[in-house]
């Protein structure tokens, strides 16, 4: 009966839309996202957003995206309890998306656009960690895992990220070309600037020795890199 009334009012409506359910829009509109190159973090916030969007509208009942309202939209967002700033960013990927459900006539309007976007808020101060809360994060990870295998990975890691500021990313996939000898000491190449020179951080040697320490990783051949 949902899916009749669904298609009922879309038949019936004077703006010539056309039938597209939630589940097949949301579809349609990733692989737009894929196709003109979004990056892999961009992909993966529409992703959050529109799973929960369509296990949403399946517990409501809605299944044409026509069927999707403002007042919808404000049940659903309630439903999700989100910092400002992630509000924010959710309300304009909905913006986004339902922006290409208009210009397909999927829908009769834009309903995100109707919802004010939240204010920007005063991004957290960074506080560096104290020398006593390293200690414990050093601690903890010796005892992280059920095998050796895990804890070597997990120290190597946090040493890594404490003595280069690296992002998660890029320590994960860390190359040991990267590291080099530097006279009686190591360093540790950390990216190229935009003017073609390369940057290089000296590490200390418990680092040097933790890494060298580290198992290949599961099912790589001797010379993975």
Request: contains cysteine.
């Amino acid at each position: 009966m949902a899916r009749a009334r669904a298609k009922l009012a879309i038949l019936t409506s004077p703006d010539n839309l056309v039938y597209m359910t939630v589940a097949e829009a949301i579809k349609k509109f990733k692989a737009q996202q894929i196709k003109n190159g979004r990056s892999e973090s961009t992909l993966d916030s529409y992703k959050t957003t529109f799973n929960f969007l369509d296990i949403f509208c399946a517990q409501k009942g809605i299944v044409a995206i026509a069927e999707i309202a403002i007042a919808t939209l404000d049940e659903f967002r309630d439903s999700c309890v989100l910092a400002q700033s992630t509000s924010r960013y959710e309300l304009k990927r909905l913006r986004c998306f339902f922006g290409f459900c208009f210009t397909r006539h999927w829908c009769a309007d834009n309903p995100a656009k109707a919802i004010d976007l939240p204010p920007e808020g005063t991004p957290d101060d960074i506080i560096p960690y104290t020398a006593s809360e390293i200690a414990d994060i050093k601690e903890a990870a010796r005892t992280f895992g059920k095998r050796p295998y895990e804890r070597l990975q997990v120290v190597a890691m946090i040493l890594t990220l404490r003595c280069t500021a690296l992002r998660i990313s890029d320590v994960v996939i860390l190359r040991r070309d990267r590291i080099m000898k530097r006279g009686r000491g190591w360093k540790i190449l950390l990216r190229a600037m935009k003017n073609g020179k390369q940057i290089f951080l000296p590490i200390p040697n418990a680092m040097k020795v933790t890494l060298d320490n580290l198992p290949l990783p599961r099912g790589a051949d001797q010379n993975c890199p």
